[in-house]
């Protein structure tokens, strides 16, 4: 059956497998979340977590322990720390960038305010870390731990990359590596960690997380200049707006004659953005095959996702990461 004509979507499928663990996983996160002394912190948090994401972060987790045999309880606190980590990073990215909407609803920061947003989101940071401490693993720890360095790395390398046309190919890989890919790669790595299979089974769950968290950025990115606002929960042109260099403006970048970089230094280096520019950078973006070349980089990296998969267990679970990795590039024609 392929991905168009499934009733179901790959993550559905998951999630409907996984559904008990992941009823366990939202238990915890509604409890860790509480707070007894400041109201504010559910307040927030509730209005992120509540809002429908698709959990594909613990799901992963979920999903590599379930497939490596794993019968305990640790996967449960391990796939509720991905979601606060995941959930904190969504929290001060609004703030970075300004933004109106996540998900399809308005920002906490725009709701409450951006101190809220800052501090709810430290606030799940350090809940997630306290999660996996009670794993008692400290492998688990150290890979969590690094994911959250990475992250917030990449964000910083993002701030003074994403408006400087120098910006190359190499670097955007750097940032979106550090921004979405690392917690895809530790979210599949920690769940082959706690089931304590060989370090093969372990490196090919971190492949697959990784080449997958870059399909998925890269996606996103490529969405934002041709998506479904409804089923992006984004608008058209925000990266745009926002002046973020991404991989088909890099594209565009490179092919440009001296008038289109001249635009492009207008819009994104200096910010001076009129009335038809949006359409305007569509325009070079198609002159110069952005759009396909991007989405041609999307699905060698899905390829390479499913290809880490083939060190795995056969069965159900397997299957449909196979079948996630194409739906992510199936998001785009």
Known sequence: MSLDDASEKPHDRLARVLADDMGRVNDLIRTRMASEHAPRIPEVTAHLVEAGGKRLRPMLTLAAARMCGYSGENHVKL????????????LHDDVVDESAQRRGRPTANLLWDNKSSVLVGDYLFARSFQLMVETESLRVMDILSDAS????????????????????????????????????????????????????????????????GVSFQIVDDLLDYGGDTVATGKNIG??????????????????????????????????????????????????????????????????????????????????MLVDLADFVVARVH
């Not at 796939?79 to 969504?90: D, S």
């Not at 440009?256 to 280096?269: G, L, N, Y």
Request: charged letters at 30%.
């Open 79 to 90: 796939a509720a720390t991905v979601e606060f980590i995941h959930t904190a990073t969504l």
């Open 149 to 212: 360095a990475t992250i917030a790395e990449g964000e910083v390398l993002q701030l003074t990359a994403a408006q400087d046309l120098s910006t190359d190919e190499a670097i955007y890989l750097q940032v979106i590596r550090g921004k979405t890919a690392a917690l895809f790669a530790a979210a599949c790595e920690v769940g082959g960690v706690v089931a304590g299979v060989e370090e093969a089974k372990i490196a090919a769950l971190r492949a697959y997380g990784d080449a997958l």
């Open 238 to 319: 925000d990266d745009f707006r926002e002046r973020k260099l991404t991989l088909p403006v890099i594209k565009a970048v490179a092919r440009a004659d001296a008038e289109e970089r001249a635009f492009w230094e207008r819009v994104i280096e200096k910010g001076r953005q009129e009335d038809g520019d949006l359409e305007e950078a569509l325009s070079l973006l198609d002159r110069h095959n952005a759009m396909d070349d991007t989405r041609a980089e999307a699905l060698d990296w899905a390829s390479k996702a499913k290809s880490a998969l083939h060190e795995l267990p056969e069965g159900e679970i397997r299957d």
